[in-house]
C-alpha cells in the first residue's frame, strides 16, 4: 500500500501563511491525482484543492486566490501553499492521492489518505 506523510502544519495569526507537504512512499508509484481535504470542527471534510498528473488544478471558491497547490513528481510529492490565511481556514488538512503501485502482484490500483495535519489560524 501507499502511505503518505504530511508536515507543516502550525498556529498562524490572520492574514500570515503557511506551506503544507505531503509525500508518497514507495518505490514504485504511478501517481494520478493528488489533492487537500480539510475537516473543521463539527463539519464535514470538504475538497480544497486537486491537481491531476496534466496540472491543470482547481480550488474551492473560499481558497481560490489565497492557496496554491503544486506537485514535484519526481519526489511524489505535492504542496499547499497557504496565504493571507483566515480564522474559518482552521482545520485539520488531510492529503489524498490515487493511482497504482507495483508489488509481488503486479500493479494495484490505490486511494491514500495521509494522517492529517492541524493548521490553526489565529491571533
Known amino acids: 500500500q501507499v502511505q503518505l506523510v504530511e508536515s507543516g502544519g502550525g498556529l498562524v495569526q490572520p492574514g500570515g501563511s503557511l506551506r503544507l507537504s505531503c509525500a508518497a512512499s514507495?518505490?514504485?508509484?504511478?501517481?494520478?491525482?493528488m489533492g487537500w481535504y480539510r475537516q473543521a470542527p463539527g463539519k464535514e471534510r470538504e475538497l480544497v484543492a486537486i491537481?491531476?498528473?496534466?496540472?491543470?488544478?482547481s480550488y474551492a471558491d473560499s481558497v481560490e486566490g489565497r492557496f496554491t497547490i503544486s506537485r514535484d513528481n519526481a519526489k511524489n510529492t505535492v504542496y499547499l501553499q497557504m496565504d493571507s490565511l483566515k480564522r474559518e481556514d482552521t482545520a485539520v488538512y488531510y492529503c489524498?492521492?490515487?493511482?497504482?503501485?507495483?508489488?509481488?502482484?503486479?500493479?494495484?490500483?490505490?486511494?491514500?489518505w495521509g494522517q492529517g495535519t492541524q493548521v490553526t489560524v489565529s491571533s
Open positions: 491537481i491531476p498528473r496534466s496540472g491543470v488544478t
Open positions: 514507495g518505490s514504485m508509484i504511478s501517481i494520478n491525482a
Open positions: 489524498n492521492a490515487n493511482g497504482d503501485y507495483y508489488s509481488t502482484y503486479g500493479w494495484t490500483t490505490f486511494r491514500s
